[in-house]
């Protein structure tokens, strides 16, 4: 097997305004399945993706943050979080739903340097 | 009497902010969809909580985000949407 392509998804929308987090956790469990080395990346209203207490069922959407935690069995391991948009939004680490790596702002860009692909949802 | 009806994030568009500084004396704001991220924005949830009693938030949409509400905003279901849409002569959706 060649070494497998790297692929950095960026998710930077908030759940359930529109479907970009669900297409995007599809996409990442999607592309591990085809053995690509995925990275997820949570930036802006993106961190409230990962947000523990969500209970979506009254208005009829899945509860999509509950598969976070199971990423590690697909062999997504590198979750990355913006430590401002968390702050900005007075968000602690211990409400996240899974464990993540806390990254700055400008740790962004070269994060994604070394990645082949990026995606952005 | 508007009742003024936000639906995005206010971290994302500046929708909200734009609708707080055209706000009269008793107008409504009602928060709904991705507007109820509006408690967790620091600035704009202290404005808000400067017009206690005017502030609506659609109690489903709330919880499906995880979103925690402060005293200082009604929480409400779809039903009292309905009502709230009818107790103010004239919705505007920004």
Redesign the interface.
């Known amino acids: 097997m060649s070494d497998s392509n790297t692929l950095a998804i960026i998710n930077q929308s ?4 529109n479907s970009n987090g669900q297409e995007s956790l599809d996409m990442a469990m999607a592309m591990s399945n085809f053995a690509q080395d995925v990275s997820l990346f949570f930036i ?2 993106g961190v ?1 993706q990962l ?9 009829d ?1 899945k509860a999509y943050h509950k598969t976070f935690p199971a990423l590690e069995f697909y062999d997504i391991d590198n979750i990355y979080v913006c430590k401002q948009s968390l702050e ?4 602690k680490v211990s409400e996240l739903c899974v464990d993540i790596t806390l990254i700055e702002l400008h740790e962004l860009p070269t994060l994604l340097t070394c990645q082949q692909h990026v995606m952005s949802f | 009497m508007i009742l003024h009806k936000l639906t995005t994030s206010p971290f994302k568009d500046l929708n909200l902010q734009n609708c707080l500084q055209r706000l009269a004396d008793n107008d409504g704001i009602l928060l709904s969809q991705d507007a109820v991220y509006a408690v967790m924005h620091q600035d704009i949830s202290h404005k808000l909580s400067q017009l206690s009693g005017k502030v609506f938030m659609l109690k489903e949409d709330a919880e499906a985000r995880g979103v925690l509400v402060n005293e200082y905003i009604q929480t409400i279901n779809y039903g009292g949407f309905v009502e709230l849409t009818l107790k103010f002569n004239k919705v505007v959706s920004w």
């Open positions: 908030a759940p359930y305004g802006e209203d409230l947000l523990s207490k969500q209970t979506p069922a009254n208005i959407a900005s939004r007075g968000i």
